[in-house]
């Protein structure tokens, strides 16, 4: 099984910056692709990017192309979203989750789940 705890959720404004982590357990981590998914109040979880399991493959949602950036660290059990030029749009709790059955936009395909983070982004 693989725990996630998510951090690094908060206010910032328009335009700024946070990093998100994601701390991982169990032998099941580095065999995993790993997601961020967000949802804001009214909508659908949405899809924001997903890892492969080594790193090498990356997807983002358009909408945050270009602004967004995922990684990992197999070593520290950790996966990062890094949020620059932040929207007012981007506000949502953000949410880590992982696979074993490759690189999938669609929440349906992941397992296991984090507690998930605010961030709110104002104007």
């Known amino acids: 099984q693989v725990q996630l705890v998510e951090s690094g959720g908060g206010l910032v404004q328009a335009g700024g910056s946070l990093r998100l982590s994601c701390a991982a357990s169990?032998?099941?981590?580095?065999?995993?692709?790993m997601g961020w998914f967000r949802q804001a109040p009214g909508k659908e979880r949405e899809f924001v990017a997903v890892i492969s399991w080594n790193g090498v493959s990356t997807y983002y949602a358009d909408s945050v192309k270009g602004r967004f950036t995922i990684s990992r660290d197999n070593a520290k059990n950790t996966v990062y979203l890094q949020m620059n030029s932040l929207k007012p749009e981007d506000t949502a709790v953000y949410t880590c989750a992982a696979t074993r059955r490759g690189l999938q936009r669609a929440p349906a395909w992941y397992d296991y789940w984090g507690q998930g983070t605010q961030v709110t982004v104002s104007s």
């Open positions: 169990g032998r099941t981590f580095s065999s995993s692709d």
